[in-house]
């Protein structure tokens, strides 16, 4: 990824590097951050990659009267997580949900702008919004699973999508996808109980098998760890890592020290507008606009 494009914005006085993590204000170099002044609505760093699976050119989403996400371009790259982080109510629920047309459901909502998969734009009318679904995995806040045994919540998705022709195709889909998801060895003797009797950190490795079972290419997590514990969240992070390899993953996280852990890339979203985005490890310790700085080191969010 090239961090020195052209549309970032003149470079000044650099504030502390610090290696890892910075988030206290007071390790950081004294005096006004040199891009203080960067209006709002004009990104800082990088909003393409080189190998996008999304590639989105100024998305806004109006709910009513209400301009939720304001002309946002942003790519989201094969093999990598991008965390969106921000304070709350600044949009990266809905940036997230323009991603599989979720914001098709929500009446009143409207979304204009780009937004091509796999260089395929999301809005043709000849889409599909099933296999759309299919093809953009989600994972929700609160764990999901349907009211149905561990294996059916597992091989619903290949059934409805006709992927499987045989049962022991679809058995062995059931295994791998649970297997990828980390939950086969705590499940594989009870494939036939309620997939609800689980605890919250497997109900969320179920809901990630689930979606790993339609062969999806991107993966969007939406604060996939906000209801569960630090044990099942580390679970879930590790798993996070290991699916890289194989899908696209976008997760919004309330947790910056989360979207350090997981993300390669983080966008930092303010008020509806993309603020500034690069590589995690730039963000978190050279952030290049003030109001990631200030959010990064806690002066609000
Ligand atoms: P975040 O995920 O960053 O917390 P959201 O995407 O949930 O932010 O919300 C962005 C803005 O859009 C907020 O002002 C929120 O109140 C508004 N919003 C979100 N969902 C809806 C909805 N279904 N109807 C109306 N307004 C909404």
């Not at 937004?115 to 999301?122: A, M, N, S």
């Not at 791998?176 to 605890?199: F, H, P, Y």
Request: proline content about 6%; aromatic content about 4%.
């Amino acid at each position: 990824m090239n961090e020195s494009s052209p549309s970032i914005a003149p470079t000044g006085p650099a504030p502390a590097v610090v290696a890892g993590m910075n988030l206290r204000p007071a390790a950081r170099a004294a005096g006004p951050s040199h891009l203080e002044g960067t209006p709002i609505g004009q990104t800082i760093g990088t909003v393409t990659v080189v190998d996008p699976v999304f590639s989105c050119r100024d998305v806004n989403v109006h709910y009513g009267a209400k301009h939720a996400i304001k002309n946002v371009s942003l790519d989201v790259g094969k093999r990598q997580v991008l965390a969106m982080i921000g304070p709350s109510g600044c949009g990266k629920s809905t940036f997230l949900r323009c991603l599989n047309r979720m914001n098709d459901t929500i009446a009143g909502a409207r979304v204009t702008g780009q937004i091509l998969l796999d260089g395929q734009d999301i809005h043709d009318p000849q889409r599909d919004v099933v296999q759309l679904r299919a093809r953009v995995g989600m994972v929700f806040q609160k764990p999901n699973p349907f009211p149905k045994s561990i294996y059916d919540n597992v091989a619903f998705g290949p059934r409805l999508h006709g992927l499987v022709r045989s049962r022991s195709d679809l058995d062995e889909l059931v295994c791998t996808s649970l297997q990828r998801a980390g939950l086969w060895d705590e499940v594989k003797d009870r494939l036939t109980q309620s997939g609800t009797g689980l605890s919250g950190g497997q109900q969320q490795r179920l809901c990630i098998a689930r979606t790993i079972a339609v062969k999806p290419h991107v993966i969007l997590m939406d604060e996939p760890c906000s209801a569960l514990d630090p044990i099942a969240t580390a679970r879930i992070e590790d798993l996070i890592d290991e699916l890289k390899e194989s899908f696209a993953i976008a997760i919004v996280t309330h947790s910056m020290q989360q979207a350090a852990r997981v993300s390669q890339r983080t966008a930092y979203f303010h008020m509806g507008s993309l603020v500034e985005v690069g590589e995690t490890d730039r963000i978190f310790t050279n952030p290049r606009h003030r109001l990631t700085e200030d959010y990064i080191t806690g002066r609000f969010g």
